[in-house]
């Protein structure tokens, strides 16, 4: 699927910073596992963390609530062009802020994911929290003031950057008032309980299962979502 073939739409997108030494940043380690890469892994001299997000239209998100365990073809196909336009923007940004002499570095949006252990070498998701982007809810996704239905990329660069520290948001309807249980709902592996622990394996297999039915797509599209589009957090956060 080439780049002018692309059918996904999106909203405007969202972006932060966090200091590359912030304390959050350092304890991902600690929090994701001892083999999630520190900034200076990616980049030595590293300053700041950029992260952004970019929001799906309603009409996708639509498209994959219609049922309760197929995945939607539009949200398939999205995940696989946001991938790719999320390196395309990343590698476009290293270029022009080299111009200006400012080193930057990339990881993918997908392919640091370890099958086995079910966690991340680099989490774009705890990133853009750290960036004031948002914050977990309870389905594990992070919803910011635009939703939880979209894609997170992240960037390191050499310079500092002038922001403030944000300041923590509570935008999941459960975890602030225990009202909304939208997502375990809308889950079809039962993986969301608010009395367990998320369940990542039952999540992945869900996730591996809907690929082998758009192996036309590509053998590594393991999607749902289906967490991501219903309730009060899909299109933002519930209390803004």
Not at 216 to 221: A, I, K, P, W
Request: glycine share 8%; aromatic share 8%; proline share 5%.
């Amino acid at each position: 699927m080439n780049e002018n073939e692309a059918i996904t739409s999106y909203r405007n997108p969202l972006i932060g910073f966090v200091a590359a030494d912030d304390p959050g940043v350092s304890n991902l380690s600690e929090f994701i596992g001892f083999d999630h890469l520190k900034p200076c892994d990616l980049l030595p001299g590293a300053l700041s963390i950029v992260s952004f997000f970019l929001p799906f239209t309603p009409e996708l998100v639509y498209a994959n609530a219609k049922e309760k365990e197929q995945v939607a073809r539009e949200w398939a196909i999205a995940y696989v062009e946001t991938n790719a336009l999320i390196g395309k923007i990343t590698s476009r940004l290293i270029e022009v802020l080299d111009q200006d002499n400012i080193r930057a570095a990339a990881v993918p949006a997908t392919g640091n994911f370890d099958e086995k252990a079910l966690r991340s070498s680099w989490s774009h998701k705890s990133l853009a929290v750290l960036a004031g982007l948002g914050s977990f809810g309870l389905h594990q996704m992070v919803i910011t003031d635009a939703g939880c239905a979209g894609r997170f990329g992240s960037l390191v660069i050499d310079a500092a950057l002038p922001f403030d520290k944000p300041a923590k948001k509570e935008r999941c309807a459960f975890y602030a008032s225990g009202t909304c249980l939208d997502c375990a709902l809308a889950c079809p592996a039962n993986a969301i309980d608010e009395n367990e622990p998320f369940n990542r394996q039952a999540c992945w297999a869900q996730c591996r299962k809907n690929g082998q039915r758009i192996l036309d797509l590509g053998d590594e599209v393991h999607v749902c979502g289906k967490c991501a589009v219903k309730g009060p957090c899909a299109f933002g956060s519930a209390f803004n």
